[in-house]
Structure formats: C-alpha cells, structure tokens
T-cell receptor, first 111, second 113 residues
Framework: GNSVTQMEGPVTLSEEAFLTINCTYT??????LFWYVQYPGEGLQLLLK?????DKGSNKGFEATYRKETTSFHLEKGSVQVSDSAVYFC??????????FGKGNQVVVIP | NAGVTQTPKFRVLKTGQSMTLLCAQD?????MYWYRQDPGMGLRLIHY???????AKGEVPDGYNVSRLKKQNFLLGLESAAPSQTSVYFC????????????FGPGTRLTVT
C-alpha cells in the first residue's frame, strides 16, 4: 500500500534560516501529494499540494516539487519566521480520498 | 460557516466507560474521517464515511464504532474505553470544489485512566 516517510526528529533553526523537510513516498501509480501544517492546539490545515509528477506546490513561501524519479516531495522555505513554528506532515492519497500521513516534523524557529 | 466542529474538546474517562464524540460539518461534504494522533505516530485513520449511511474501517478501527445517520454528522463511539485509547482525536471532511483538501476540526483530547 501507499506510505510516506518523513525525516526523523524535530527541526530547530534560527529566524531567516533555510528550511528543508524531507518526504519520500512509496505508492503504486502516481498519488497526489500534500503537506499539511498543524499549529499549536489546532487541527491540520492544507499547506500545499501537487497532483502529478513535476508539479510544484507553493503557499506562504513554502514550496515542494513532486519528483517521480526520486519518489520525493521535500518541503522548503527560503527564510523562516517564528510564526512558522508548527508540526508539518507529508501525506499522499489512497483512494476514497483517504490520506496516509507521515509521522510529522516539529519545527521550532528561534528569534 | 463554522467548518468542522467537534464536541467535546476535552474528556476524561475511566477504563470501561463509554462515550461518543460528535463531529459536525456545515460544508455539505460527502466524505468524513476520524483520526487519532499520538506522539511520534502521526495521524492514523480509524474509520471513514463516503456518504450518508455509509461507514468503512480505516487503519486502526478496533475498539471504536461510528455512525453517519445524517450527512453533516459523523459520530465516533467508544463502547468500553481503555488506556490505550488515550489520544487526540481529529475529525475531517472533504468534498465539493476542493476535492483534495481535507478540512480538520480542532480536535478532542481524551484521557482514559
């Protein structure tokens, strides 16, 4: 079945630093891929998506490119802010619009 | 337009007690989902529904039951709570003009002692 794998562990970085969170997927076919963000005390929100190979999703300065050759969908932001502190989840779709989520990465941005 | 709402927000149960979590959405969405979120585990799908009157098992359905008698509501029941069911529960829905986007509720924090 489908699954996504995120890099282990929290990410701590200084304001204005470059952020990368790795995500790889294993799937039959070509699933749609998503990044969701969870701010403290809230539910998840869709951050960006890509529905086919080579698509680039972008939102709020974040970007991720659907790379079929490396089965990856890494999340990047060029200059993070304290307000970007949150948990980030990679996900892909199964069928019946079911999502399979990675374990999430806690991002802490220090002023 | 309230989106997806969940009640209650917090609950403490004793082992063996039962309870029902209510999820409501006012977006006329067809699909609804129940997840649990545990530290280091991400979100795991418990049950889901593809329309009024339908339910299906997800990844971790044991110990839970669900019902979707009305399109806007999706109920999650715990018949005999166990400490392993201590978790944060999220409801989500999908449909309409944004078929790829799941809208999440704010969550219910459940503790079973």
């Amino acid at each position: 079945g489908n699954s996504v794998t995120q890099m282990e562990g929290p990410v701590t970085l200084s304001e204005e630093a470059f952020l990368t969170i790795n995500c790889t997927y294993t799937a039959t076919g070509y699933p749609s891929l998503f990044w969701y963000v969870q701010y403290p005390g809230e539910g998840l929100q869709l951050l960006l998506k890509a529905t086919k190979a080579d698509d680039k999703g972008s939102n709020k300065g974040f970007e991720a490119t659907y790379r079929k050759e490396t089965t990856s969908f890494h999340l990047e932001k060029g200059s993070v802010q304290v307000s970007d502190s949150a948990v980030y989840f990679c996900a892909d779709n199964h069928g019946n619009n079911r999502l399979a989520f990675g374990k999430g990465n806690q991002v802490v941005v220090i002023p | 337009n309230a989106g997806v709402t969940q009640t209650p927000k917090f609950r403490v149960l004793k082992t063996g007690q039962s309870m029902t979590l209510l999820c409501a959405q006012d977006m006329n969405h067809e699909y609804m989902y129940w997840y649990r979120q545990d530290p280091g585990m991400g979100l795991r799908l418990i049950h889901y529904s593809v329309g009024e009157g339908t339910t299906a098992k997800g990844e971790v359905p044991d110990g839970y039951n669900v019902s979707r008698l009305k399109k806007q509501n999706f109920l999650l029941g715990l018949e005999s709570a166990a400490p392993s069911q201590t978790s944060v529960y999220f409801c989500a829905s999908i449909g309409g003009s944004t078929p790829y986007e799941q809208y999440f509720g704010p969550g219910t924090r459940l503790t079973v002692t």
